[in-house]
């Protein structure tokens, strides 16, 4: 193998293809497909008295109305839960259509399926659901109050209840007898994952081949297939899943299978004819997923250089009206809230709560931006108690690359041990300190204060965990073309993986990137695979490319070999820009395209090139298997630990509370780096959404459980124009776990914005912020508090 | 978010496109850029019967300026505005607030009397209009043309005085008298969203200089477009310090009655009247201050 594209900034190959609109989605397939349409619950809360649906029978074009009462056994059954654990003591999932119950709005209750979305649309609106509303629990404080229950037999609204310890003593212990005390009372609100392509579901079923082929927008087709074969009472061998192009996903694409996943394909065989539904925005709002929404209560006992003694956090999360996903982000919060520190004694509970509300699943970050806030809001509180810089408290609080790996002592999100594989944090708070000017800011300070502007600094740090398993594979095949095509199990929803997965393949080969072809979320080509999300497809994918095309060059060694005859050994042989040479007389060599030929022996001759691999050619057989081509895996053994640090400048107007960032600089590190100009763009897209979570997106509920900015219009995603240049800096901790040394990247740039930004307007503005996110207009009334203060 | 079915009916005449009106008027509504209508069609928010396209009604394309004002055809799109220079120089608060209506896309497309007929509480050139005291012109079948001042024809939050059988033909932005420099400016939480306060203002001085006359008018601020006369805090005062500035927003302040929504609270909406009001005065004044 070569290193000639590992750690290049390629262009991606998959660009010019989606920026000339040439792109495929889920919407752009199945034109003569029936659509489905659903009604959904208007009310938060309610029985379903009676659903009557014959007005909508005079729509024309009408073909189908189902309710709960026409699904079969499996179909009517709750939905599956996902990841169950044991402190999970009380799950609930949906069903596809409420069963008698809705929860919250938006919850699906009847189907329909029309010739068109439009007529579909009309058809739902004549449908009319006679409901008896029950009283809604809206929010975490109603939640924990617990005066109304979501689920009659789930007490106190609670969910689960989860407690850990780092085995590093008591930490209420710890904290009492530290010489200095503070205790803080944190919140997080609402955020959505919001790809810009809702999800969507387009199934066929062929009545002669007894198969289904559905087409999904989601971000694991293989487990996709199984839960579809499940439901359906298919085997699997039955049940193709396809991934077309994915605009986004951010988390909200792993949960599966989502209602209409089930549906669409059951329609589809029902009905025997193909059937399409594609999520409108409304709909992604009101029935998909949220996150982020938590409240903390954090206590720690330090000594006056800053030093943590112990730390106890109460961390109380909304999880909407089900569980399908478990715990996961109350269990990532709740261990990657330590970042890159030694906090003495921990211990942490959480108490995951339902609430009348959209259900919630992880959102790019899944629980960390909201563990980093509480444990950088304690920092800052800290260096504010003993009038330390921000900094020096984190440094003296800092994991020393001497001391890696080091346990953290508890169980993270895979199961496995929290120990972080490698990392050198020292050097990455030297490295934000000075990219971020925090040494010259005073200066910077008063040069603005002299102009009536008001300015602020910033700072938050945080680890990783990421590529964790349990596992990724990949099919790597080199035709007799010279084309190289790398067929990986997980899906890609706009990461670059078209492009870094062929660079790992073609440093193995021997070959150009333009020669490699990468193809993803396919079950027709590759059925083993988990998905891609919690930053984890370079790692795993990207390691079982390399662990396949590698066997494919010892394969290629081996046939080269054999057709070269005189004695060389296949130990002897490269790979070298499309050939096999040997590697001290490159005069003995043969083209890879030709290996690819004598790899496949054949009896007939059907071209040229065909002719050298027929029985009566000269060439000798390798006694190999036909086809050059091979299948990999990589299984981790645990998570690996990316890292790092976020600084931010920001100016907020003295008069209209107005907050502008002036500058933004991450520094990062993800281990070895397959392409820098990829996550470069992971990050900026990261920290757009981190801006975002900051400072203008929360979903909004009001008591009766109406989510009441359920569109662009109100639910503000920052454009360009909120969005500030960003100013990145790599640095390479490789990690030890896995051959190619590397480590997730594509949730970093999120996960310690809020923090970041709240560190900073609360220097800018000298008051404390305790509560994210943050608009002016909740700066005018915090300024209000600090005047009559 | 599909439309529900709808009757479409695309005139080629003004003539036409009232005749049309006068028969279906109470079940059919006028399509003009299409940038607030097509959205709530959408989402299923409003359900008329007929839609009445008015874009091929190339007579009413145009923005022309003469010696007492502009005028704006509906078929004129908030880009059309924003462009003329005649208009610009005319009245230069014409282009100051249309470049803050959304963004460059949506303005190619809406219309700016299609706005005015929207009365969109947030929308800014109603505000425009309110403020230099113009006027629209409807036609119908029945009464053929009648013009309504600016006063008359901002009703209520998305209700103006074009009734169902009447097309808003024109939009007559009369030029401010005498000297007046204009402003305007906005708070929004985002690039080109709805303002969370704006204001547009105008300040007239007298041949040496001396303010004469200035008043504001606010969006986002009430259920219609509010108007207020500042002059007594700023006629005669001393500019220099700024004091009078400040004192004018107070007065603005004190008469707005602003609304709690998601983005913003009543308090900081008025404290951003306050504080607009006062910027942009001065920057009104600075424009034709000597």
């Given at each position: 193998m070569s290193d000639k594209?590992?750690?290049?900034?390629?262009?991606?190959?998959?660009?010019?293809?989606?920026?000339?609109?040439?792109?495929?989605?889920?919407?752009?397939?199945?034109?003569?497909?029936?659509?489905?349409?659903?009604?959904?619950?208007?009310?938060?809360?309610?029985?379903?008295?009676?659903?009557?649906?014959?007005?909508?029978?005079?729509?024309?074009?009408?073909?189908?109305?189902?309710?709960?009462?026409?699904?079969?056994?499996?179909?009517?059954?709750?939905?599956?839960?996902?990841?169950?654990?044991?402190?999970?003591?009380?799950?609930?999932t949906p069903h596809c259509l409420a069963n008698g119950e809705v929860n919250h709005v938006g919850e699906a209750v009847v189907m329909v399926v029309a010739t068109d979305r439009y007529l579909a649309e009309d058809a739902a609106e004549r449908i009319v659901v006679t409901y008896e509303q029950l009283p809604p629990v809206v929010g975490i404080g109603a939640a924990r109050a617990a005066e109304r229950l979501v689920h009659e037999d789930v007490p106190g609204n609670v969910a689960a209840r989860s407690v850990q310890v780092n085995g590093k003593g008591?930490?209420?212990?710890?904290?009492?007898?530290?010489?200095?005390?503070?205790?803080?009372?944190?919140?997080?609100?609402?955020?959505?994952?919001?790809?810009?392509?809702?999800?969507?579901?387009?199934?066929?079923?062929?009545?002669?081949?007894?198969?289904?082929?559905?087409?999904?927008?989601?971000?694991?087709?293989?487990?996709?297939?199984?839960?579809?074969?499940?439901?359906?009472?298919?085997?699997?061998?039955?049940?193709?899943v396809v991934t077309p192009d994915v605009g986004g996903g951010f988390g909200v694409k792993i949960v599966h299978p989502w209602p209409e996943e089930i549906l669409v394909p059951w329609a589809a065989m029902t009905l025997g004819r193909d059937v399409k539904w594609a999520e409108d925005r409304r709909e992604h709002f009101i029935s998909s997923a949220h996150e982020r929404g938590q409240q903390q209560r954090i206590e720690v006992g330090f000594d006056g250089s800053g030093r943590l003694h112990g730390l106890s956090v109460e961390i109380w999360h909304d999880n909407g009206a089900y569980t399908p996903y478990g715990i996961i982000v109350p269990i990532v919060s709740s261990t990657q809230l330590l970042g890159p520190y030694k906090v003495g004694a921990y211990r942490v509970e959480f108490t995951s709560l339902y609430t009348n509300t959209v259900m919630v699943t992880p959102y790019r970050g899944?629980?960390?931006?909201?563990?980093?806030?509480?444990?950088?809001?304690?920092?800052d509180a800290i260096a504010e108690y003993l009038g330390l810089d921000r900094l020096a408290v984190r440094e003296a609080?800092?994991?020393?690359?001497?001391?890696?790996?080091?346990?953290?002592?508890?169980?993270?999100?895979?199961?496995?041990?929290?120990?972080?594989?490698?990392?050198?944090?020292?050097?990455?708070?030297?490295?934000?300190?000075?990219?971020?000017?925090?040494?010259?800011?005073?200066?910077?300070?008063?040069?603005?204060?002299?102009?009536?502007?008001?300015?602020?600094?910033?700072?938050?740090?945080?680890?990783?965990?990421?590529?964790?398993?349990?596992?990724?594979?990949?099919?790597?095949?080199?035709?007799?073309?010279?084309?190289?095509?790398?067929?990986a199990g997980l899906t890609t929803q706009g990461q670059g993986h078209y492009t870094t997965l062929a660079q790992i393949a073609a440093d193995q080969l021997g070959v150009a990137v333009a020669d490699v072809t990468v193809v993803t979320g396919d079950t027709r080509r590759f059925k083993y695979a988990v998905g891609t999300f919690a930053s984890r497809a370079i790692v795993t994918s990207g390691n079982a490319v390399a662990v396949a095309a590698g066997k494919v060059a010892e394969k290629a060694k081996r046939v080269a070999a054999a057709a070269l005859g005189g004695g060389v050994e296949p130990g002897e042989l490269e790979l070298v820009d499309g050939l096999v040479r040997h590697r001290d007389d490159h005069t003995v060599s043969i083209d890879l395209r030709t290996v690819a030929v004598l790899s496949n022996p054949l009896r007939y001759a059907f071209d040229e090139a065909a002719k050298a691999a027929t029985q009566f050619a000269s060439v000798s057989s390798s006694g190999e298997e036909p086809g050059l081509e091979a299948t990999g895996y990589y299984m981790p053994e645990r998570s690996t630990f990316a890292a790092g640090a976020h600084g931010v400048v920001v100016e907020t107007d003295p008069e209209t509370a107005d907050i502008r960032i002036l500058r933004y600089c991450v520094v990062h590190d993800c281990g070895v780096v397959v392409n820098p100009r990829i996550v470069e763009g992971q990050v900026h897209g990261g920290v757009a959404q981190g801006v975002g979570g900051a400072l203008y997106e929360r979903i909004v509920y009001d008591e009766a459980g109406q989510l009441v900015n359920a569109s662009y219009m109100d639910f503000l995603i920052p454009f360009a124009t909120e969005v500030p240049q960003i100013t990145t800096a790599h640095m390479v901790t490789a990690s030890g776990l896995n051959p190619l040394g590397l480590k997730g990247a594509g949730e970093a740039g999120v996960i310690p914005t809020s923090a970041a930004i709240a560190s900073a307007i609360e220097d800018a503005e000298r008051l404390t912020i305790r509560r994210m996110p943050i608009s002016p207009s909740e700066l005018y009334e915090l300024r209000k508090g600090r005047v009559h203060a | 978010m599909k439309p529900p079915p709808v009757v479409y009916h695309g005139p080629d005449t003004v003539a036409e496109a009232v005749r049309l009106l006068a028969e279906h008027g109470a079940e059919a509504k006028v399509l003009a850029g299409g940038q607030s209508l097509v959205p709530m069609l959408n989402m299923r928010l409003t359900a008329p019967a007929r839609l009445v396209d008015v874009n091929r009604l190339d007579e009413l394309a145009y923005v022309r300026t003469d010696l007492h004002g502009v005028r704006v055809g509906a078929l004129a799109r908030h880009a059309d505005v924003e462009r003329a220079t005649h208009a610009f120089e005319a009245i230069p608060l014409l282009r100051q607030a249309v470049r803050t209506v959304a963004h460059p896309t949506i303005r190619n497309r809406g219309t700016t009397v299609g706005s005015l007929v929207h009365a969109d509480p947030c929308g800014e050139m109603p505000a425009v209009l309110a403020l230099l005291d113009g006027e629209v012109t409807l036609r119908s079948e029945r009464d053929g043309e009648r013009i309504v001042a600016a006063r008359d024809f901002f009703v209520g939050p998305m209700e103006s005085a074009c009734r169902e059988d009447e097309i808003a033909v024109e939009a007559y932005f009369p030029r401010p008298r005498g000297r007046t420099g204009s402003d305007w400016r906005e708070v929004s939480r985002r690039n080109g969203d709805y303002a969370l306060c704006g204001v547009g203002t105008l300040v007239r001085v007298d041949e040496v200089g001396a303010v004469v006359g200035a008043t504001a008018v606010y969006i986002a601020m009430g259920p219609v477009p509010q108007v207020v006369d500042v002059t007594e805090a700023v006629a005669g005062a001393d500019i220099a310090s700024g004091v009078a500035w400040a004192a004018a927003g107070q007065i603005a302040a004190d008469r707005l009655e602003p609304e709690d929504d998601i983005h913003a609270g009543a308090d900081y909406r008025r404290h951003l009247a306050r504080v607009l009001t006062a910027r942009s005065l001065q920057a009104a004044y600075e424009a034709v201050a000597p």
């Open positions: 594209y590992l750690g290049q900034p390629l262009v991606r190959k998959e660009d010019p293809r989606l920026l000339r609109g040439d792109g495929r989605y889920l919407d752009d397939l199945g034109h003569d497909a029936l659509a489905a349409a659903f009604v959904r619950s208007p009310v938060a809360h309610a029985r379903i008295l009676d659903i009557d649906v014959s007005d909508a029978l005079d729509v024309d074009g009408l073909v189908a109305v189902y309710t709960h009462e026409d699904l079969p056994d499996r179909i009517a059954e709750p939905l599956p839960l996902l990841i169950p654990h044991p402190d999970l003591t009380h799950p609930r008591d930490a209420h212990q710890a904290i009492a007898a530290a010489p200095h005390r503070l205790t803080l009372d944190l919140e997080i609100e609402r955020s959505a994952s919001m790809p810009m392509e809702g999800k969507g579901v387009l199934a066929r079923w062929d009545a002669d081949d007894k198969t289904l082929r559905v087409h999904s927008s989601t971000q694991t087709s293989t487990s996709v297939r199984l839960a579809v074969a499940a439901k359906l009472g298919l085997p699997p061998d039955r049940v193709e899944a629980g960390r931006p909201q563990g980093v806030f509480a444990m950088e809001r304690t920092m609080n800092l994991i020393q690359p001497e001391e890696m790996p080091y346990d953290q002592g508890l169980v993270f999100q895979d199961g496995r041990p929290l120990i972080y594989d490698s990392g050198d944090y020292p050097k990455m708070l030297r490295m934000i300190r000075e990219l971020v000017g925090w040494d010259g800011f005073e200066a910077e300070r008063e040069a603005a204060a002299a102009e009536g502007r008001r300015i602020g600094i910033g700072v938050a740090a945080y680890v990783e965990g990421t590529g964790m398993g349990p596992y990724e594979g990949a099919h790597v095949k080199v035709e007799t073309t010279g084309e190289v095509v790398v067929s | -």
